[in-house]
């Protein structure tokens, strides 16, 4: 049975800057903003009365929106961990960039 050689393939090469991706947890803390005004405008237009002539109706409705809501929350907590965290590196990247660079002198590594 023949065997080829593996074939070395180009990788992909990505930049990530501190910079940027504390801006990524800035635009996730947007996005979590958003979606609780969203809940906030949400129940406030409802005032708990979805225009059903029967309780019943209602009470279902609730029970729809209700997991809705828990499904929102839980969104809003992950994105809000996640733009902490993103934040957090953000600043833990750019301190290890400028570790790096102050270990070099001349194009030399010192220490």
Do not use: K, W
Request: aromatic share 4%; net charge negative; with cysteine.
């Amino acid at each position: 049975m023949p065997t080829s050689a593996p074939s070395l393939e180009v990788m992909t090469t990505i930049r990530v800057d501190g910079d940027g991706i504390a801006a990524l947890g800035g635009t996730l803390r947007e996005v979590a903003d958003h979606l609780t005004r969203s809940r906030d405008r949400s129940a406030a237009a409802s005032g708990g009365d979805y225009g059903f002539i029967s309780r019943a109706t209602d009470a279902a409705l609730d029970g729809v929106v209700g997991d809705f809501e828990q499904r929102r929350i839980a969104l809003v907590t992950g994105l809000e961990s996640l733009a902490t965290a993103a934040r957090q590196a953000g600043a833990c990247y750019l301190q290890a960039e400028s570790s790096v660079h102050n270990g070099f002198v001349g194009g030399r590594r010192v220490g």
